[in-house]
Nanobody, 124 residues
């Protein structure tokens, strides 16, 4: 059974940090395109960061230099380190699996599996 379980969300003040984790079970993520997406109230879900099988990363312009995506293949876990958080970073954050695809970018629209999401709230 495929499961993606996010954790690490919470409430922080602007300028603070959070580290999200996504533990995957049911298959191995090492060869897959993995990503973090977020959805804020009234806004479309948007790609935040992706990482491919080679460890190459891609970030939305709004988070470049502040967020870092990484993965631990041995633990089958995806991470998102979020620093210098801003109120506009608030939203529900989801990890997603894009499969073994060559196209691994925040612009990707089709994802195979999703987690249930973890809420991030940044106050000013």
């Amino acid at each position: 059974q495929v499961q993606l379980v996010e954790s690490g969300g919470g409430s922080v003040q602007a300028g603070g940090s959070l580290k999200l984790s996504c533990t995957v079970s049911g298959y191995t993520i090492s060869r897959n395109c993995m990503g973090w997406l977020r959805e804020a109230p009234g806004k479309e879900r948007e790609g935040v960061a992706t990482i491919n099988s080679d460890g190459n990363t891609n970030y939305a312009d709004s988070v470049k230099g502040r967020f870092t995506i990484s993965k631990d293949n041995a633990k089958n876990t995806l991470y998102l380190q979020m620093d210098s958080l801003k109120p506009e970073d608030s939203g529900m954050y989801y990890c997603a699996d894009g499969g073994t695809t060559w196209y691994c970018s925040v612009g990707r629209k089709n994802w195979n599996y999703w987690g249930q999401g973890t809420q991030v709230t940044v106050s000013s």
